[in-house]
């Protein structure tokens, strides 16, 4: 196991909400719960023809931390999020998302665990061409069970959220890089996942709209959001309060920095 | 450790017609062009039927009109070669009295020629046959007059006339009051006849009196055909008594038929659409289905990204089958609806141009649309697999 900083006690098991996407008090500082959101244990992972993506990663993110995961291309970081994210398979170790051990799981089960507990954001957005953001978001609650009535409201409250307020009919070319991945956010955030994965979120942004992003990503922290943004940018990485660098596979650093310029708030 | 069990909820009909339309909504042209081929297919057969289902429904129609209880009593072969064979002189009289028998009309053959005028050479026949006529033949026949009157028992005894419609054309008739040449002497046109379909020898006959017949040609007054109509209900056993009541003598030498047999078995081949043009619609549907299942390959290369996000929103490999499944569907159904709608167009046409009823079966609108949805399923099926086994990480990688 990494070791943590912060003194991590026995984490009362939080009341789980019945409907699995239903919003949830996420104004609770992490320390309390301290619930582990993701567990990954030796993990290996070895492609066709011998390459060996991962060597044996440890790594646990708590619930309501906001980390990165940095390395150079070709370190693993993407393999490390397809495992986090339940798109891939570990070739040896053991993964547990939101307390669910993946290996154990079938494609269906590992199907729901994504609509459920685990959001993502691409470098490239993959917005849907041609439908209003609100469909966007709401497209992202699909899977979850929701009624359609219920998905176009958590959509628009998922798009007021990330300041889109006004920008719920514009389709994705009417709407500016920044703006694309704010949508790209909320459908993320819509459901209410457990963990958010962000792939390189600013990676198709300039600097200002980038900047913007990475402020809305600490304003979701701020309430309550687990979220691991991987990139290879230094800076960023240096704006989070923990980084993780990764080289060849393997974890070479866990880092937590102060945070002079956002001090966490009291809830 | 949570326990919570970890299902994928079900998508809803709507929700799957959702998914199923959203790629079709973003190419309404491919949309198009790829529905056009399975609507060719469709609208030729539905085409092919159509109209030859109107054919058989106007002949049936017909049939109805003259009704299939009608026989016709003729003299048959004679058991001795060349012999020729005659039917009794009281035959009508004693068919009419077979139960169930409504009304009887009765020709007898007048070895006349029949000329348009005495320059022309006995020869020249033209075809036509002399016929006397007695009882209530016109009404047997449900024929009608095109011009003038029937024979009655006044015409009927002095030289007057009454031309089939092909006599008519032939002598060149167009009106009553023509003289025809007739065996030595002129008659008088009374009237012409409208086309008998169940009787085509009285088309092609100039029908005189009976009296008439036997006053001024050497007529023996020997019936060479019975027309006789009973009720609906007594045709087979009126059948069975027929041939022994119009010649005791000798029932074997009389022939009993059924004009109308002909007229029905005329509709079962009308009916009996061309299987060619038939075979060529099937071709262009196969062809279509081909189509649509390029079509579906294309979009799910193209729709790599589209099926990577989705399972990473958490689509399940049956969500991502059913989507693209369901695209395929309404790809070829729509095809299909508007192949449909030609089809029936197509043979709207035809039937106002040809004067028919518009008939299209509904077994060929039903049996076309569900071949639709099977090359829907068919076509769909293998592109939606593919696109379920794509890995999810696909959608991660950068355009």
């Known amino acids: 196991m990494t070791t943590h900083p912060r003194p991590s006690p026995t984490p009362p098991t939080p009341p789980t909400p019945p409907d699995p996407c239903a919003p949830r008090d996420r104004r609770t500082p992490p320390d309390r719960y301290a619930r582990p959101v993701v567990e990954l244990t030796a993990v290996t992972k070895e492609y066709a023809g011998g390459v060996q993506a991962l060597r044996g990663v440890d790594l646990t993110v708590l619930d309501g931390e906001l980390l990165a995961i940095v390395g150079p291309s070709g370190s693993g970081k993407s393999t490390l999020l397809h495992i986090v994210g339940t798109l891939d398979r570990p070739t040896a170790g053991r993964v547990a998302i939101a307390g669910h051990d993946v290996a154990a799981l079938s494609d269906r089960a590992l199907s729901a665990l994504r609509s459920r507990h685990v959001g993502f954001v691409f470098q490239s957005f993959h917005l849907v061409p041609g439908i209003s953001a609100q469909a966007n978001v709401a497209e992202g609650l699909l899977y979850c069970g929701l009624s359609r009535a219920e998905r176009g409201r958590r959509a628009a409250a998922a798009l007021e959220r990330v300041g889109l307020g006004d920008r719920m009919e514009h389709r994705p070319h009417e709407l500016s890089g920044g703006q694309k991945q704010r949508v790209a956010i909320a459908r993320a955030v819509a459901g209410e996942p457990d963990l958010l994965l962000a792939d390189e979120p600013t990676g198709a942004l300039d600097t200002a709209s980038g900047r913007s992003v990475m402020e809305l990503l600490h304003e979701l922290n701020d309430d309550g959001a687990t979220i691991a943004v991987i990139t290879h940018d230094q800076e960023i990485a240096a704006s989070l309060p923990r980084s993780v660098r990764i080289r060849d596979g393997r974890i070479v650093s866990d880092e937590w920095h102060a945070q002079p310029g956002r001090p966490r708030e009291a809830p | ?399």
Do not use: C
């Open chain 2, 1 to 399: 450790m949570s326990t919570t069990r970890l299902r994928p909820p079900r998508l809803g009909p709507r929700d799957v017609l959702h998914v199923g339309s959203a790629g079709l909504r973003s190419r309404p042209m491919r949309v198009f062009l790829s529905a056009l081929g399975i609507a060719i297919g469709i609208a030729t057969m539905i085409a092919v039927v159509g109209v030859s289902s109107s054919s058989q429904a106007k002949l049936l129609q017909e049939l109805d009109k003259l009704g299939t209880n009608m026989l016709v009593v003729t003299p048959g072969q004679s058991m001795f070669a060349g012999q020729d064979t005659k039917l009794p002189k009281e035959a009508p009289g004693m068919i009419s009295r077979i139960e169930g028998v409504r009304s009887v009309g009765t020709t007898g053959d007048v070895p006349e020629a029949v000329r348009r005028s005495e320059r022309i050479p006995k020869e020249e026949t033209g075809g036509i046959a002399l016929k006397a006529a007695k009882d209530d033949l016109l009404g047997v026949l449900r024929a009608r007059m095109r011009t003038g009157t029937w024979l009655n028992d006044a015409t009927s005894r002095y030289p007057s006339v009454v031309l089939g419609h092909v006599t008519a054309e032939r002598l060149g008739i167009t009106g009553v009051g023509a003289q025809v040449f007739i065996g030595g002497r002129y008659f008088t046109v009374i009237g012409i006849l409208d086309p008998v379909p169940l009787a085509p020898e009285i088309e092609r006959s100039a029908l005189i009196g009976w009296q008439a017949a036997e006053q001024l040609f050497a007529f023996d007054g020997h019936p060479t055909a019975v027309y006789e109509r009973s009720a609906d209900d007594r045709v087979a056993q009126v059948r069975a008594l027929i041939a022994r009541t119009a010649n005791p003598q000798s029932p074997t030498t009389v022939s009993v038929t059924d004009p109308s047999a002909a007229l029905q078995a005329k509709a079962a081949t009308e009916g009996a659409f061309s299987t060619l043009l038939l075979g060529l619609g099937g071709i262009a549907l196969l062809v279509g289905g081909v189509g649509v299942a390029n079509t579906m390959i294309i979009s799910v290369l193209e729709r790599r990204h589209e099926i990577g996000l989705r399972r990473s929103l958490g689509a399940t490999r049956g969500q991502i089958r059913i989507q693209f499944v369901t695209e395929s569907l309404l790809l070829s159904g729509l095809g299909g609806l508007a192949g449909i709608a030609l089809g029936a167009a197509a043979t709207g046409v035809y039937a106002r141009i040809g004067d028919l009823p518009w008939v299209v079966p509904w077994w060929a609108v039903t049996g076309g649309f569900a071949s639709t949805l099977a090359i829907g399923t068919l076509a769909g099926l293998y592109p939606a697999v593919r696109a379920s086994r794509l890995s999810p990480t696909l959608a991660l990688q950068a355009t």
